[in-house]
């Protein structure tokens, strides 16, 4: 696999040649750069016998700036009320991708960023990220040795924490069924940090997986007996020095794929399924790009449930009732609703972590729902209980979402979301789901939180509670793989980015 390097460069001279780079790209929304005369003289020469320039993606010939190449990359026009930094992810992949294929390998981004507009304010690292979504390469394929410096950035440390942290977000979310089987996806976690701040531990003994997680063991019950696909639960936690100020608990789905169970999957459906573990990825990730920062003052928690949704004699079916770690007992619905019997057993050991901490912070992060895609299309969905509403987390989330250029719609839990997992018979304490998939669902990627929060045990620490715990949902199934290829294309690592920001910055 193939590296990208950050590196910050403090001197403007690095343009004119004055180091080892070989290229400039200029991300910009005007190309009016007074203080760059020399990039500035010949932009203007070019659009004088090429209108297109500034327009659309372009290289020109630049006889004294670094590598002799030029690639202006626009964002086009940023002043639209409706307009978001993701322009800036945009035109850094277009450029970034136009200087490597012209072979550049270490191309020098000059980023002209405004100076006014709060939804800006991170432009430069959402360029960044753009130009490093370009550049990934799967762990199974030939990558590229790039090192991109980035004038004015003040120090590359974070940068390249948290691209480490997305590239493993993406090797975890994008490799296929078999490569990142649940075995597989643990191994890697515990390469990934070995020797590092990050402890490990991996879950695998079948009775122990039965008896803890009875939920989790529900699912994978037709993966048992296969080796390569029987499930694992990984423990992370990274506690910094220092008095700890913040503590944070997070669940992450790993479904390694999903076939439906009894409920199959039909019609094609079942294509892309394998992306169905971009939650646990996504937590990962965010883990990577601690055990790089090494941020003082800070305990984070993290569970992460690796299942294979398999179909076979030993499937759970509908109307089966497992109880979970919690001490719920739940009727299945629909076993293609998998993904929340997992994170309810995750949540329900965090939760007894978290009542031991002061003002603990509780996330669930998975690929959840088909609805959210019909909802909001390319994003996702934070849905708070009401600890998290009362201390307005969710809309701070969503805020530094859209700083981060992984946007998040705010979502409310209503009691109509209750209502829907309500027990059917003195059988049952709750029920899954409905039968049907979650697209024809009224309310479909809320009330499955209504769920989580019941199941997970969370219902008994809500505002009125001895010991209160906030609580967020993230449903990420429309933004987990890029939108121009959701099957095939290259995994997002969202929500790493917005995840470390709110962490460390707020």
């Known amino acids: 696999m193939g590296k990208l390097v950050w590196q910050a460069v403090a001197e403007p001279d690095a343009v004119l040649g004055l180091g080892d780079w070989d290229a400039v790209v200029v991300i910009s929304d005007r190309f009016e750069l007074a203080q760059y005369p020399a990039i500035s003289h010949l932009i203007q020469h070019a659009k004088a016998v090429d209108l297109r320039l500034g327009q659309e993606p372009a290289m020109l010939l630049a006889p004294g700036l670094a590598g002799g190449r030029l690639v202006l990359a626009p964002t086009g026009s940023l002043e639209g009320d409706y307009e978001d930094v993701r322009r ?33 304010s991170e432009a430069m690292a959402v360029a960044m990220m753009g130009a490093g979504h370009e550049l990934y390469r799967p762990f199974d394929a030939p990558g590229l040795d790039v090192i991109l410096g980035v004038l004015g950035l003040e120090q590359s440390q974070r940068a390249n924490a948290l691209e480490l942290g997305r590239i493993a977000a993406r090797d975890l979310c994008g490799g296929d069924p078999e490569q990142m089987a649940p075995p597989a996806f643990a191994e890697y976690c515990q390469s990934l940090f070995e020797g590092s701040a990050v402890s490990v531990e991996v879950l695998s003994d079948r009775a122990t997986l039965e008896r803890d997680y009875p939920l989790l063991s529900g699912v994978a019950r037709a993966s048992f007996g296969v080796e390569r696909h029987e499930p694992r639960v990984v423990r992370l936690e990274y506690v910094g020095a220092g008095v700890i100020g913040r503590n944070w ?33 996504a937590v990962a990730g965010l883990m990577v790009a601690l055990a790089q920062l090494q941020p003082k003052g ?33 009727r299945i619905g629909n076993t293609d609703a998998e993904g929340r019997l997992v994170l309810a057993d995750l949540l329900s050991h965090l939760r007894e972590r978290a009542v031991l901490t002061e003002e603990p912070v509780m996330f669930s992060v998975a690929t959840l729902t088909g609805h959210v895609v019909r909802s909001y299309g390319p994003y996702s969905a934070v849905v708070e209980n009401s600890v998290a509403r009362a201390q307005a987390l969710g809309g701070e989330l969503q805020a530094i979402s859209e700083q981060w250029g992984e946007p998040f719609e705010l979502s409310r839990l209503r009691r109509e979301d209750l209502a829907q997992v309500a027990p059917r018979s003195p059988s049952e304490d709750l029920l899954s789901s409905n039968n049907g998939p979650s697209v024809a669902i009224a309310r479909g990627h809320q009330f499955p939180m209504a769920f989580l929060l019941q199941a997970g045990g969370l219902d008994q620490h809500q505002l009125g509670s001895d010991k209160p715990i906030a609580y967020l949902h993230l449903d990420i199934a429309g933004a987990a793989v890029e939108q121009r290829d959701p099957l095939y294309g290259k995994p997002t690592a969202v929500p790493v980015a917005t995840l470390l920001a709110q962490l460390l910055d707020h």
Request: no cysteine; glycine share 16%.
């Open 88 to 120: 800036f992810a945009e035109a850094a992949q277009s450029g970034v991708g136009l200087a490597i294929r012209a072979g550049a390998r270490r191309p020098l981004l000059l980023i002209d960023e405004p100076t006014a507009a709060l939804r800006y």
């Open 249 to 281: 608990f997070l669940a992450g789905k790993g479904v390694t794929f999903d076939t439906g169970g009894a409920d199959l999957k039909i019609g094609g459906a079942m294509a892309g399924m394998s992306r169905d573990k971009g939650g646990a990825a």
């Open 298 to 330: 800070v305990r984070v928690v993290a569970e992460l449930g690796l299942v294979r949704n398999s179909l076979g004699k030993e499937a759970i079916v509908p109307d089966e009732i497992i109880t979970g770690h919690s001490g719920k007992r739940v």
